[in-house]
């Protein structure tokens, strides 16, 4: 297991680009160390939009397999809202 990502409080088009650049910085830091599951932790997400989704959900189609930790209201509800509250609950785990 690696030491999660941390997403941030904004995780909206505002944000994306910023998140998603240190996001694939540890990722590849992650797959050096062999990491087999990759955890991020959403729980510190207290606004969300479509981007924020859309960057998470970009995931799903990289060969790098990982999990939702402890995703905020705010998060959950997002994805529930869009019709992924399934496909959340499937990536995610309360640790």
Partial sequence: MSQAFELPEELTIYSAVETRDALLAWVTGQAAKSAKLLDISGAKVREVDGSGLQLLASLSHTDQPWRMVNPSPALTEACAHI?????LQQQSVTV
């Fill in 83 to 87: 019709g992924l509250g399934a496909w």
